[in-house]
C-alpha cells in the first residue's frame, strides 16, 4: 500500500516561507495525483493545492494562489509545496493525499493520507 510522509513544517514568521514535501514509498508516486490538504484546529481539512501525476497541471484554491507552488519529482518519488508570505492563518496541520483519479478538492476521494507536519506562522 502506497506510504506518504511529510516534512518541513516548523515555526516561521509572517512573510516567510517553508518548503513542505511529501516522500512515498512502496509504490511509485508517478500514478497519483497529489493534492496538499491542511486543517487547523476547529476547521474543515481545506484541500489547497494539486498536481496532475506528470506534473503538468496544477490547481489551487485561492486562499494560497501566488503565494504557493506545488511541484514533483517523480524520480525522487517527492512532491513539494513551496509555501511565501505565509501569515498566522496558515496555521494548521499540513497534509498530502493520494489518489490515482482526477484531482478533486474534497478530502473524501483520496485513498492515502500521510500523517502530517504541523506549520505554525507567528511572531
Known amino acids: 500500500q502506497l506510504q506518504l510522509v511529510e516534512s518541513g513544517g516548523g515555526l516561521v514568521q509572517p512573510g516567510g516561507s517553508l518548503r513542505l514535501s511529501c516522500v512515498a514509498s512502496?509504490?511509485?508516486?508517478?500514478?497519483?495525483?497529489i493534492t496538499w490538504f491542511r486543517q487547523a484546529p476547529g476547521n474543515k481539512r481545506e484541500g489547497l493545492s494539486c498536481i496532475s501525476r506528470a506534473g503538468g497541471v496544477t490547481y489551487y484554491t485561492d486562499s494560497v494562489k501566488g503565494r504557493f507552488t506545488l511541484s514533483r519529482d517523480n524520480a525522487k518519488n517527492t512532491v513539494y509545496l513551496q509555501m511565501n508570505s505565509l501569515q498566522p492563518e496558515d496555521t494548521a496541520v499540513y497534509y498530502c493525499a493520494a489518489r490515482g483519479g482526477m484531482c478533486h478538492f474534497n478530502s473524501e476521494y483520496y485513498d492515502y493520507w500521510g500523517q502530517g507536519t504541523q506549520v505554525t506562522v507567528s511572531s
Open positions: 512502496a509504490f511509485t508516486l508517478d500514478y497519483y495525483y
